[in-house]
């Protein structure tokens, strides 16, 4: 190879991975769940759980007493139907005296092959952090972003339903 | 030494309006350039893409660092792979810009790299998956193959252990060109069967994401280069030349030429020193398919191409008859006018080799004393082609050299001529401003080639077509 070329194809290649990378880190911080705030929904105002549909905006958010955390209604309470690269993903809050007591997979991802896989694995991992961070705010499950991320948000849905700040 | 000093007819041979040898060869090598960069940086955009698609953010421990690294060594490999069929689609622009011969050789080198990345992505996948579930990369394979169109995926794989192993020159020689040939053949099938799981597991191209136009649109790139150079391009132009044997001749022990008659040949060969890929269709020939050089430029109704017969395929064709009809692919090669890059033409020639040569010759545009053309052999019966070689010479005003006797040690040359000291650039003193044209058995060039060399001649001024013997 002459050398005009060895030299050419080596800062395209660093360059192109650079870009990459930058390009990379951005995606993954827009990605990353923000953290809870939306819809603080006061004791009743929790209308009739159920899907609601293919969007992440879930929660019934009637405005109310903002800040105020007023006690979280006990109960089971239905997330929103996440849409990931790879199905459905759907999650129902356990809400006990104040607590999430369990979170249960209505939906969990499908298509692909792996997906399944990667739900089965990451589901309980999920639990298991959720339960112990009593907040849908935790991190995600390397390597099933898309599985995680709709687990999260499907929960969080549920957890504005249930009144639940936390 | 034989020289044959050959008079000068003084001729109007006008260089007409065309750019220099430099400002063409300029210009040729920034297209391969070109080329060669867009098929290096080709891999990392490969990785890069799974960067920009948030790839790293899913590395949390060494299961998940392993899955992203086994990805990636499978995107480069795919890549490669990819590369390897445009490589030998026979893209006319990359055949014109490097040469059909060194499009191959790259070809050749990418073969095992390929291989090795894609064996690697699934070791470094079951090692990744298992550590993910904690269990051991052995007991992964399991799992593993029941995610869907895997079962594909590993046959393409094994394809393509198949077709690698049998390219190994160690065990290609083993056998006949055929087995390897059909064989190398399952390399579509190898591709196409490692298409599904690509796209259907894991969410590298998943669907809706830049990655996955990105691949599908190589697929369609390199496959579609196959489908057109490959195949539709030399069908139609088979069927639109329709070519015929007309006369077998034979001009020395063991080479025939082989006279052709056709529609517009012209558009054959406008370039002598081109050689093209013939399939003959009669019952013992149709399923092998011969690289021949055209041994003269083709007029209108008649090309001519010269064989040696150097085992029972190309003896069959020797035998075919007239009527005979040929289908081709090409021409191909760059062992032609156009790879010029410097003022002066030095041709040395050998064997079979002469055919080429001639063509050469024949199809340059020349000023008087431009070329200087070398022919050898080590016997009497080995001159055939030289008197028309003579002719041509004298009408182009070209010199001709020639040497005759067995081969000296360590040396292109014959022993007498080595032992009276002759060297490369006795016979063509103006070498430094010359391109040197060399075409003969393997060997035989490459020892020549790297006399070129040791004179100290620019690798762009050395142009090689040697012949497998």
């Not at chain 1, 006990?96 to 939906?107: A, E, F, N, P, R």
């Not at chain 2, 490459?446 to 620019?458: I, M």
């Amino acid at each position: 190879m002459r050398r005009r070329a060895a030299v050419a194809s080596v800062i395209a290649s660093a360059g192109v991975l650079i870009a990459g990378f930058q390009i990379g880190s951005a995606v993954t911080a827009a990605r990353t769940p923000s953290t809870t705030g939306t819809g603080t929904a006061p004791g009743g105002s929790a209308s009739n759980s159920g899907t609601s549909g293919g969007t992440s905006s879930g929660s019934t958010g009637t405005t109310g007493s903002s800040g105020s955390s007023g006690p979280a209604k006990d109960g089971t309470f239905t997330g929103a139907t996440e849409q990931t690269p790879f199905g459905p993903m759907q999650v129902a809050a356990v809400i006990s005296g104040g607590k999430i007591t369990d979170v249960k997979v209505l939906q969990k991802t499908n298509q692909g092959g792996r997906s399944v896989q990667i739900s089965n694995q990451a589901d309980p991992m999920l639990r298991s952090e959720v339960l112990q961070a009593q907040s849908a705010n935790v991190s995600m499950i390397g390597g099933a972003t898309y599985t995680s991320e709709g687990y999260l948000m499907s929960l969080q849905a549920a957890l504005d339903q249930a009144g639940f700040t936390g | 030494m034989t020289i044959q000093n050959v008079s000068r007819p003084v001729l109007p041979q006008s260089s007409g309006n065309r750019p220099s040898p430099r400002a063409r060869f300029r210009r040729r090598s920034a297209i391969s350039d070109l080329l060669v960069v867009i098929a290096w940086v080709s891999g990392p955009v490969a990785a890069s893409l799974y960067l920009a698609s948030g790839g790293l953010a899913d590395v949390k421990n060494v299961g998940s660092f392993l899955t992203a690294l086994g990805i990636v060594t499978g995107l480069i490999g795919t890549d490669f792979i990819l590369l390897m069929l445009v490589l030998a689609a026979r893209v006319p622009m990359i055949d014109r810009a490097v040469g059909h011969d060194r499009a191959i050789g790259l070809h050749r080198q990418l073969g095992k790299p390929a291989l090795y990345l894609i064996l690697g992505h699934a070791v470094l996948l079951l090692a990744g998956y298992g550590a993910s579930s904690g269990i051991n990369p052995i007991a992964e394979i399991g799992p593993m193959l029941t995610l869907p169109d895997m079962i594909t995926a590993v046959v393409g794989t094994a394809l393509l252990i198949a077709v690698v192993v049998t390219s190994l020159v160690a065990v290609r020689r083993r056998f006949p060109y055929e087995f390897w040939h059909v064989i190398h053949l399952l390399s579509y099938a190898a591709v196409i069967f490692a298409l599904p799981h690509q796209l259907s597991i894991g969410g590298t191209l998943a669907e809706g994401t830049v990655q996955r136009v990105y691949w599908i649109g190589l697929y369609v790139l390199a496959i579609g280069a196959i489908v057109i150079f490959r195949f539709a391009v030399p069908l139609f132009k088979s069927w639109a030349h329709d070519i015929r044997v007309q006369q077998v001749e034979w001009i020395a022990p063991d080479v025939a030429s082989i006279h052709l008659t056709g529609r517009d040949l012209r558009a054959l060969g406008a370039a002598g020193g081109e050689f093209l890929i013939w399939r003959f269709w009669t019952a013992g020939t149709w399923w092998h398919s011969h690289p021949i050089s055209l041994s003269a430029v083709p007029t209108d109704h008649r090309a001519r191409i010269t064989v040696r017969v150097l085992g029972r395929g190309t003896r069959r064709l020797a035998t075919v008859k007239p009527g005979t009809r040929v289908s081709f692919a090409g021409p191909y090669g760059i062992f032609t006018d156009a790879a010029r890059t410097s003022p002066k033409l030095a041709i040395v020639a050998a064997g079979i080799g002469i055919t080429p040569a001639r063509a050469l010759l024949e199809g340059s545009r020349l000023a008087r004393g431009e070329a200087t053309v070398l022919v050898r052999s080590s016997t009497d019966d080995e001159t055939f082609l030289w008197s028309e070689m003579r002719k041509l010479a004298e009408a182009r005003g070209a010199e001709l050299f020639a040497m005759v006797g067995p081969r000296a040690r360590n040396s292109w040359m014959s022993q007498q001529d080595a032992a009276r000291g002759v060297t490369l650039r006795s016979v063509f003193p103006d070498l430094d401003r010359s391109d040197l044209y060399v075409c003969g058995p393997q060997r035989w060039a490459e020892a020549v080639v790297a006399d070129a060399r040791a004179a100290g001649l620019p690798e762009h001024q050395i142009h090689l077509e040697s012949f497998e013997l």
